[in-house]
């Protein structure tokens, strides 16, 4: 009596190799998709960056406020231009601005790198007076300024 429900070694071969195979690339994507999964970024300072946009905006505003009392505002320079931050920052609050500027005066040449200052929206520029230099001095020499990135 012959069992037409046994299987050959051979015919039990052709199951457990596909299954085996399939199972093998199952695995291999599982490792490869723990391995090569992207690592989560730091995550992104909002208050950072908040005071860089709030400090080039303000660097910005200082600018146009200091070219607006200058003789040839086209001919401006600016270099080492800061923003002094409020203890608590605020982003309706302006910040104490200061820099330098050389620009050309009413002879059309260059004055040199000149200090400057935006102190609640008023310019000023160093004229050599003493009230100038206390003002300065106290709102902007020694301060750890911010720079913005983009000036």
Known sequence: ?????????????????????????????????????DKPSAPVNDLTEAKETW???????????????????NS???????????????????????????ARNSFGAYTGFTAFMVLSGIPMIQDGSRAFGRLYNKECANKVAFYPAIL
């Open 55 to 73: 400090a080039a905006s303000n660097a910005e505003e200082a600018e146009t406020l200091i070219k607006g009392i200058l003789k040839d505002p």
């Open 1 to 37: 009596m012959t069992n037409d429900n046994a299987r050959s070694p051979r015919s039990s071969l052709r199951l457990v190799l596909p299954v085996a195979f399939v199972a093998m690339i199952i695995w291999v994507s599982a490792l490869h998709a723990i391995f090569s999964a």
């Open 76 to 102: 401006a320079n600016f270099r080492h231009v800061g923003v002094i931050m409020p203890k608590q920052f605020d982003r309706t609050h302006t910040g104490v601005d200061c820099g330098e500027v050389n």
